[in-house]
């Protein structure tokens, strides 16, 4: 028979399991919740009794575990971790160094550690937070590596995001810019480099391409933070940052000097051309008259001729000759005889004046004009109103028969067959010219050949 004291003490210590087992119930029904938070992070964590057993931990811990021991707690941190991680965790709890955060390298894996001490009615509990940093230390070397290497690099190199705002540039770029990367990161490089005599339309299809985020190549001419001027050929490509933002990187290398050189060409090839017009002109123009000479007049009339042929069309001639030049030499000098030439020269670019026709001089007193797709009636009547445009010219002398300047003017028209050949228009247009200087002073001599009528 148990005595009153002994039935006391086991009634209160029923009532104790009773308001421990409450108690319990209660704090797993108040934090399951955490429990499961805690279960689904990624990251290993395990909480550690002040013994070094392993009370709780997640899923991610499975990365770090032997598979060969056991892993369900309560069990000893040592037996569950690499011994030698689980030696250095222990280490800072005996000696009573919490909170700490630690790295550690075990079998060639880099770990990172932190310990936060947790206060339970139970005692002193800890959180342990691992991370194990090997890839982010090879990322680190390699990120080292590439950093070093890009610092050698000559060509000039820019990142940027975006919103094209920098985000890193490589010392060459600073070296050729004059711009640190404090003074430049943020802001949009084309603020920054281009200048007074850069392209706007390069600088426009540069936008249009990191918009659409598509890769382009291309040449722009940039300036320095002190304001010299340099070309680079650029080669801009997409790309997503450490960060997976979207960028773009763009590689440049100065071209300064190539373009300086193609400039210099350029300037070459246009003294060149000047040259090449002035010695086209020299063999082409009169000197004094500016009108064609012999050379172009034979090769627009042979250019005309195979026109006439293939399209079937008239061409006419129309051959002024002054009447006594040789005189009015004689009697006003070769400077007032040269200046006639120059009048007469004017009116016939006056009144003969299409892209089509072409005025020469001829000889020494004679001027010819070629008239394409023009019938000899068309030609006759332009023809009379530049004779009488010239018989009105300010020069006049007794001693001339008419007493003043006039020409007389030979005119064919012809409409050539493939049968026929230019020089024989030549020689018919001079026939009459001479038909026209045996009629007299002033009078024109007209040859319609086989040209329709007006």
Known sequence: MLTVDAWIALGLALLLFVIASIRLIRTE???????????SIH?????????GQVRHHNEAVADLIDKSKKTSPPTF????????????ILENINNKTVPVTREILVDNRLFHYSISPLIFFTGNWYLIEIEDRTNLKDLTQKTSFYERLLARVRNLIIVTDE???????????????????????????????QGPETDPETVRKIHEHLQQCEPLKTQILNYTKHGEAYWV???IEPFRLI?????????????????????????LDHLLKIKDSMIKQMTHIDGLTQLGNINLFTETLIREWGRAIRKQTPLTLILFDIDQFHSWNLLLGY?????????IALILQKHIRRTTDLNARYGGDQFVSILPDTTAENGALLAKRIQEEINALNFHHDAIETGHVCVSIGIVCHVPSREDHHVTLLEKVEQQLRNAK?????????ENGNCPEA
């Not at 933002?245 to 300064?256: A, C, K, P, Y």
Request: charged residues 30%.
């Open 29 to 39: 029904k108040r934090y399951g919740w955490v429990r499961s938070v805690f279960d």
């Open 43 to 51: 990251k290993p964590l395990l909480i550690l009794d002040h013994n």
């Open 77 to 88: 941190i040592s037996s569950l971790l690499p011994p030698k991680l689980g030696a250095a």
């Open 163 to 193: 919103q094209e705002k920098t985000e890193w540039i490589n010392p060459a770029f600073e070296y050729r810019t004059g711009y640190t990367l404090g003074e430049i990161k943020g802001k949009k490089p084309g603020n920054l480099l």
């Open 233 to 235: 050929d650029m080669l």
């Open 243 to 267: 960060d997976g933002r979207r960028g773009f990187v763009s590689v440049e290398n100065e071209i300064t000097a190539e373009k300086k050189l193609e400039n210099r060409i350029k300037k």
């Open 335 to 343: 400077q007032k005889a040269d200046q006639i030439l120059k009048e």
């Open 438 to 446: 045996q009629k007299g002073p002033n009078a024109i001599s007209v």
